[in-house]
Structures are given as C-alpha cells and as structure tokens.
C-alpha cells in the first residue's frame, strides 16, 4: 500500500513503525472473513482492511473523527486477521498506535471517561477488585443473571484454595500474579504452581500485579507502562537469582509480558531488564508441553482426584485468542488435556473471539453478547462435562453465559496430578 505520512508524524519512530505496517498490507481482504465484528456488522469499516484504511487517513493528516473512533472500538483486538493474513501485517501494533492518536484527537463524553476511568482504577488492583465483589456478593440477589453468574461462588464461601508448594527444586520459574486473577479464581496459580511441582520445577511468587494490558489497551499508556515498570522491578530479584522463566497463567498477561521488551525499549534502567523479561515470559501451557517426559512419569504416578465429570471427563477447550494468536499456541493444551485422560469435544470456529476480550465485554455489551451466545453454542455443541479455557478473562464472560462449569485447563490438570 502507497502511504504519504503527515509531518506531525512521519520522522518519529512511530511513524516509522506504522508505515511499514501500513506498507505491508496489500489489500488482499484475506483477513475479513476471520474478523468477527465484520461478521456480525458486515461493514467493511469494522473489518481489519477497513480500519486499516481508518488508520492509514488519520496518519496522513485527514481529520479524525467520532465515526473513526467507534470502528476502531469495535475491535477486539482478537488479532484474528493477523492469523489469517498471508502478508504478515502487523495490525495489533497499527491498533495501538491509531487508537492512541485517535484519543488524542476525539474527546469522548464524561459518561464514556467515567466508565473508562473506573475500569482503570479498579480492574487493576486486587485490592480493590477483592472489595468490588464482597459488595457484589452482599447485593447478589439484586443482580442481572448474567452478572451473578460472573461472581466467583454461587451463594457460598469458595473453599480457600490449597498451599502453594515448598520452593523445592533447583529449576525455578517466577510467577506473575496478576490482578483480576487472584481475585476471581485464586486458584489458579495454585494449581499452576502444584503442576510445576510435579514436573520438578518450583513456582516462585513474586510481589507483581497488573501486567499492564487493560490500560494498554484503554490507550492510558503512561499508566500501562508504569504497571509494567513495578512488575519488572518485582520479577527481577528472581530472574537475577536464576529463574528460567516468567511465567503467566493468563495467556492475556503472557503475551503482554512479551511486549514489555519493546514497550520499555531505551529506558534508562529499565529497558534492558524488560528485554530480558520479555525473552523469558511463557505461559503455563509452553512451559508444562515443554516437561512431556516429565509429565509422563507423573500422570502414570498419580492417584488422580476426579474432575469434574469424572476421570475421564469430557472437556471442550476455548482458546483464548491471546493464545492462539498473539502467542500462537495452538493444539498444545488440546493434547496436554488428552494426554491426561481427558476426552476432547468438538469445537466448531475455534478461532473466534468468545467476546470478552478485556474490556470488551464492558464497554461493548451488545456485541460482546452476540460473540458469547456464539461461543457457548459451539462449546456445548459436543456435550461436554466441563469448559477449560486459559485466560480469567474468557473464563469469567464465558461463565456468565452457560450452566457448565468453567475452568482454568491447569485445574483439571492439577486434579488429575494431585493425589485424590
Ligand atoms: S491485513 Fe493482510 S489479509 Fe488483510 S487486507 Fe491487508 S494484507 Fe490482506
Ligand atoms: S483484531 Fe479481531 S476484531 Fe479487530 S480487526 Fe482483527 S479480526 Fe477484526
């Protein structure tokens, strides 16, 4: 694609960064069937091409307005078009820095700030998540389904999740604990952590939070960035003592942590260590595919608690689309699961976003809805016993729209390693 960048941006490292993204695409429309809100819109402006073409005007000066702004909201950013695109484009990296520019230029209502801000100002801090839903289960009965169905127990005290294991091995990862996470399933990293213990690897916590992506992908970027920034402080006595890895139980924060090399590129006392982070960032799904003989040998020592459904459950996964697309592990949990006993179901359009998506789910409910009824559909197409998924975020929208339990795929996996 000919592109004539504006002078407010063309010799900046941005600039750069987004003209040769730009360059890249050849307008093939490859990627618009892969694009669910183009699916559901079918408006070329809601398709990866189209918005494209929205990024490409705003970069070369044309004015920017509320209408650009709303086509690029839409986006999931599912990254589902970069899968599907032949010429390799970059079009997650493009969004980023048009939406951005888009914020500087189009100044939304104080209904759309407030609701933006709230999210920035909660969402991020356990603490304050902790306290949202004590309130929210002190008020359940006056609660949409949908929402109830989101809240972490139905009407009773979730079980404390059990210890974490003993620092017993020599091999060490360090975790990233998160934020929504630890409040919502605070099992989790439990049973991530139990898992690499049975594959002779110790999990080691760490004061880190917020991998920074919410606020990434709400355009606050100093914000992002300075979340990113205490997380590397955090993980860095650990990766300096020897860690192997930075590992995430949400493939969302796996893939963020991949970013902060390049996010926090150049900046004094912080830009190397983020490389070095980012080059060890994994998530759990690599690092337990990467210990199959490992896993082997501790499948066959197991006595194995049931899960749910039963020994030999049947599971239909969910591949969030950080994973699938942004890290691009596909099939990997899908065998972990079977080579565990579990038997997979059919799931059709697995490359599609569920609807989350951060916080998609949110600011975008109508379509978010659509995308859901979609998903849960296909997931239950097969009769499965049990939902797995990899990403907190899914897991919690996904719940709210099925009766089936929904979990992490490295519980089920922790069940069947734990002795009963
Ligand atoms: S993003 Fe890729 S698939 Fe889509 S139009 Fe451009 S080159 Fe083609
Ligand atoms: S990221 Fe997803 S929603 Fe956005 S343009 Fe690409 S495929 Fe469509």
Redesign the pocket.
């Known amino acids: 694609m000919q592109t004539a960048l504006a002078d407010f941006i063309r010799d900046t490292p941005l600039g750069r960064e987004a003209d040769a993204i730009l360059r890249?695409?050849?307008?093939?429309?490859?990627?618009?069937p892969a694009c669910p809100t183009y699916q559901l819109l079918g408006d070329e402006l809601d398709s990866?091409?189209g918005r494209?073409y929205l990024m490409k005007q705003l970069l070369e000066g044309e004015p920017v307005t509320a209408r650009t702004q709303l086509h690029l909201d839409r986006c999931l950013t599912c990254r589902a078009?970069e899968s599907?695109?032949?010429?390799g484009?970059q079009?997650g990296r493009l969004l980023d820095i048009g939406r951005a520019l888009t914020e500087e230029r189009v100044p939304r209502g104080p209904v759309a700030r407030a609701r933006r801000l709230l999210l920035r100002k909660i969402v991020p801090h356990r603490r304050r998540v902790h306290a949202l839903l004590a309130l929210a289960r002190a008020v359940r009965p006056l609660l949409p389904r949908a929402l109830k169905r989101r809240l972490p127990d139905r009407g009773t005290r979730r079980p404390s999740p059990p210890p974490w294991p003993a620092a017993r091995h020599a091999r060490r990862v360090v975790l990233l604990e998160g934020c929504v996470q630890p409040a919502l399933a605070p099992g989790i990293n439990v049973a991530a952590a139990q898992v690499l213990d049975r594959l002779g690897i110790s999990a080691l916590r760490s004061a880190s939070g917020c991998c920074g992506a919410l606020s990434h992908h709400l355009s606050a970027q100093t914000e992002a960035l300075g979340q990113m920034r205490r997380n590397v402080d955090a993980l860095w006595p650990q990766v300096e003592a020897g860690a192997q890895a930075v590992v995430a139980s949400a493939s969302a924060c796996a893939s963020m942590l991949g970013d902060y090399g390049r996010l926090l590129q150049g900046e004094a006392g912080y830009g190397a260590r983020a490389a070095r982070i980012s080059s060890l960032a994994r998530d759990i799904s690599q690092v337990v595919a990467a210990e199959a003989p490992a896993l082997r040998a501790a499948l066959a020592a197991a006595g194995g608690e049931s899960p749910p459904g039963g020994p030999r459950a049947r599971v239909a996964f969910q591949a969030p689309c950080t994973l699938q697309h942004a890290l691009k592990v596909t099939g990997v949990v899908e065998s972990l699961l079977a080579a565990a006993g579990f038997t997979l179901t059919a799931v059709t359009d697995g490359q599609r976003c569920c609807g989350s998506a951060g916080t998609y789910s949110i600011l975008q409910p109508q379509l978010a809805a659509q995308l859901l009824r979609a998903k849960v559909a296909a997931l239950e197409g097969g009769a499965p016993d049990v939902i797995a998924t990899a990403n907190i975020g899914c897991l919690a929208h996904i719940r709210s729209g099925t009766s089936l339990p929904v979990r992490h795929w490295v519980e089920l996996l922790a069940a069947r390693l734990m002795d009963g």
């Open positions: 890249s695409c050849v307008h093939c429309g490859f990627c618009l990866p091409r494209i078009c599907a695109c032949p010429s484009v079009y």
